[in-house]
Nanobody, 122 residues
Framework: VQLQASGGGLVQPGGSLRLSCAAS????????MGWFRQAPGKEREAVSC????????YYSDSVKERFVISRDNAENTVYLQMNVLTPDDTAVYYC????????????????WGQGTQVTVSS
């Protein structure tokens, strides 16, 4: 059982990245999924989550209008399109199973990936 996050890297402010999270060993479609991030010295925070059939979707205020979460249950993959990145978005991004509502989401502790580093810097 594994969640493999990929797509992170170094990008300039204003740039874009697309993160992918591929699941193996379990059916992604049975779970709400989320992207969480943790910056150095800060607590982990929920960035965006999507329920198992695609709705509802949650975005934190800090990424609303800039990030787009999506999922392809047939491909067992969840995506996070990140646009207009700022240095404040620098963090390790994790995908994980999640409890999801329109108002928030929480790490569910079933499955999670190893994280992918996103660094926004000029």
């Amino acid at each position: 059982v594994q969640l493999q996050a990929s797509g992170g890297g170094l990008v300039q402010p204003g740039g874009s990245l697309r993160l992918s999270c591929a699941a193996s060993g379990f059916r992604l479609g049975d779970y709400g999924m989320g992207w969480f991030r943790q910056a150095p010295g800060k607590e982990r925070e929920a960035v965006s989550c999507i329920k198992n059939r695609g709705s509802p979707i949650y975005y934190s205020d800090s990424v609303k209008e800039r990030f787009v979460i999506s999922r392809d249950n047939a491909e067992n993959t969840v995506y996070l399109q990140m646009n207009v990145l700022t240095p404040d978005d620098t963090a390790v991004y994790y995908c994980a199973t999640a409890w999801v509502t329109s108002y928030g989401c929480a790490w569910r502790y079933d499955y999670w990936g190893q994280g992918t580093q996103v660094t926004v810097s000029s």
